[in-house]
T-cell receptor, first 114, second 114 residues
């Protein structure tokens, strides 16, 4: 089975530009998580969806960040406008709450904002 | 969620058992102990979790003390590919009706050497 798929794997953009990160969770999983990892702050949860509905977005740093999950097989994390301090690795993870609670992480998107 | 304390780094010889300790003295009765690891440039990977009984799977064993204030992750025969950051996390199990956020600390950097 394919794991969590993220695209792009690497993104380099200039400050002020819009960035969209994409995630396809594991088929059948009904929970999806977006994380951000930096050297300074470690791995932080940004937002959590259950059955396509945002449940906890308390980790979203500011209004420049938004996340959507239009259906069970796709989610996006958008940053607009991007800033250099947004440079990080962004991970998407999914889980099936009904059967197990471990989260399966994607390979991440390395974002560099210049 | 309860806070965990782990050593910053550990070394282990290839083929030997790696024993990674974790203190979680403020753990609550409904909090599970989870272990994840993150190999360089990859997303975190679930290893094992437990409540109060010792657990074993194909990857590792988890030993939880009777008072549940500490635990040890055991990799029985460490290989070079086990070199990673290991995270010990306590959380309410999301398999029930509660949402258990995964809060990653700094973890233990395990280096397996030949």
């Amino acid at each position: 089975d394919a794991g969590v798929i993220q695209s792009p794997r690497h993104e380099v953009t200039e400050m002020g530009q819009e960035v969209t990160l994409r995630c396809k969770p594991i088929s059948g999983h009904n929970s999806l998580f977006w994380y951000r990892q930096t050297m300074m702050r470690g791995l932080e949860l940004l937002i959590y969806f259950n059955n396509n509905v945002p449940i906890d977005d308390s980790g979203m740093p500011e209004d420049r960040f938004s996340a959507k999950m239009p259906n069970a097989s796709f989610s996006t994390l958008k940053i607009q406008p991007s800033e250099p301090r947004d440079s990080a690795v962004y991970f998407c993870a999914s889980s099936n709450r009904g059967l197990s609670s471990e989260q399966y992480f994607g390979p991440g998107t390395r974002l560099t904002v210049t | 969620d309860a806070k965990t304390t782990q050593p910053t780094s550990m070394d282990c010889a290839e083929g030997r058992a790696a024993n990674l300790p974790c203190n979680h003295s403020t753990i609550s009765g409904n909090e599970y102990v989870y272990w994840y690891r993150q190999i360089h440039s990859q997303g975190p990977q679930y290893i094992i979790h437990g409540l109060k009984n010792n657990e074993t799977n194909e990857m590792a064993s988890l030993i939880i003390t009777e008072d549940r204030k500490s635990s040890t992750l055991i990799l029985p025969h460490a290989t070079l590919r086990d070199t990673a950051v290991y995270y010990c996390i306590v959380r309410v199990d999301a398999g029930g009706t509660s949402y258990g956020k995964l809060t990653f600390g700094q973890g233990t950097i395990l280096t397996v050497h030949p």
